[in-house]
C-alpha cells in the first residue's frame, strides 16, 4: 500500500491501537510540521503502547515545535501512569535537550522507585550537559544497580566536571569489567596525573579490552 497522508491519517485515527501504531511509525514519511500536528493527540491516547510510541518518536518529530515538545514531554514525565511512558518522555527530553525540563526531571528521579525511570533520567542528564545533574549523577554511583553506575560514569563523563575524579576511582577495583572500562573512558576525558596511578594499574587489567583501553589512553 502506497503510503499518503490520507493513509497515515486513517491509521492514526483507527479504532484499533495496532493500527495507531504503525501510523505513528509511518509519520516519518511526513514533513515534520504536518506529522508533529499528528502526533500530538496520540500522547495522551488510551492506550499504553501507543503513547509510548508517540512519546518515543519526539526525539525527532518534536524538533518542529520545541516549546509544545517540552510542554506534552513535562506532563507525561510527570502524570503518566505507566513507567515506560515515563522513562520513553524523559528520552525524549535528553534528545531534544530540553534542559527546561531539568528541574521535572530532578524531582521525579528523586520522588519514583521505578528502576527504568531512573536509569532513563541519569543517562538524559549525561545528554544535557547540565552542571545542575552533577549531584544526581553522584548519587546514581552510590547505587547497587550496575545499570545505574554505568550510565553514571558515562552521564558524569559527558558532564566533563573533574569534581567527578575521586567519585569514580573506587571503580578501578570494580569486579565488573565494564564498570571498569567505563571508568578508563571517563578517564580520558576527566583524568589528570593525580588518576596516574589508576590508569597504570587498569593497563594491566585480567581483562584485555580494559588493559588495551587503558594503554592507549592519555591523561591531561
Known amino acids: 500500500m502506497n503510503t ?4 497515515i491519517q486513517k491509521l492514526v485515527n483507527s479504532s484499533d491501537f495496532g493500527d495507531r501504531i504503525r501510523g505513528i511509525n509511518e509519520l516519518r514519511h511526513l514533513e515534520p ?3 508533529f500536528k499528528m502526533l500530538e493527540p496520540l500522547v495522551q491516547d488510551k492506550n499504553t503502547r501507543v503513547r509510548y510510541a508517540a512519546v518515543s518518536h519526539f526525539d525527532t518529530i518534536g524538533t518542529a515545535n520545541l516549546s509544545k515538545s517540552l510542554e506534552l514531554l513535562r506532563e507525561r514525565l510527570l502524570n503518566d501512569p505507566e513507567p515506560d511512558v515515563q522513562a520513553a518522555a524523559a528520552d525524549s527530553l535528553g534528545a531534544l535537550k530540553l534542559t527546561e525540563a531539568f528541574d521535572d526531571l530532578q524531582q521525579v ?3 519514583t522507585s521505578e528502576w527504568l525511570v ?4 541519569i543517562a538524559v542528564l549525561g545528554e544535557f550537559g547540565d552542571p545542575r545533574g552533577f549531584d544526581i549523577l ?5 547505587s547497587d544497580n550496575s545499570l545505574f553506575q554505568t550510565a553514571a560514569i558515562s552521564a558524569l563523563r559527558e558532564l566533563g566536571d573533574k569534581r567527578a575524579l575521586p567519585h569514580l576511582l ?3 577495583d570494580n569486579e565488573d569489567w565494564q564498570l ?3 571508568l578508563v573512558q571517563a578517564l580520558g576525558k576527566l583524568g ?3 588518576a596516574t596511578a589508576i590508569l597504570e594499574k587498569l593497563a594491566e587489567d585480567e581483562v584485555e579490552t580494559v588493559a588495551q583501553l587503558a594503554k592507549n589512553t592519555k591523561l591531561s
Open 118 to 121: 531512573k536509569f532513563s533520567i
Open 192 to 194: 589528570d596525573h593525580s
Open 170 to 172: 573506587v571503580f578501578a
Open 180 to 182: 571498569r572500562y567505563r
Open 4 to 7: 499518503t497522508l490520507s493513509s
Open 33 to 35: 510540521e504536518i506529522a
Open 138 to 142: 553522584v548519587d546514581a554511583l552510590t
Open 109 to 111: 528521579y528523586n520522588e
